[in-house]
Nanobody
């Protein structure tokens, strides 16, 4: 089970940190990905992290602004989002892949999905 949180309303240039709490995985490895879907648009990849946090992927649109990290002791993955713009407005979803690595960090490669958290960037 995955639970995303941390969304909200933020002004352009602001920051938010999203959290994804995982449960039910026990000791087995799992990669985590963040995806987003804006109104009227298809879901897109944001970022992925391997099970031990050693490998990370970022979409070009967020590279240099977003940082993914995970605290396996807390079964929680974070997405720190800085310098947000209105184009980042979307519902953000976290997903898990039941393997060490995230593969191509594609939504169809994920095994489990949490409910989304809405991020709105507006002045």
């Amino acid at each position: 089970q995955l639970q995303a949180s941390g969304g909200g309303l933020v002004q352009p240039g602001g920051s938010l940190r999203l959290s994804c709490a995982a449960s039910g995985f026990g000791s087995r490895p799992y990669a985590i990905g963040w995806f987003r879907q804006a109104p009227g648009k298809e879901r897109e990849t944001v970022s992925c992290v391997s099970s031990d946090g050693g490998s990370k992927y970022y979409a070009d649109s967020v590279k240099g602004r977003f940082t993914i990290s995970r605290d396996n002791a807390k079964y929680t993955t974070y997405l720190q989002m800085n310098n947000l713009s209105p184009e980042d407005t979307a519902t953000y979803y976290c997903a898990a892949r039941d393997t060490y690595y995230y593969g191509g960090c594609l939504d169809y490669g994920m095994d489990y999905w949490g409910r989304g958290t809405l991020v709105t960037v507006s002045s």
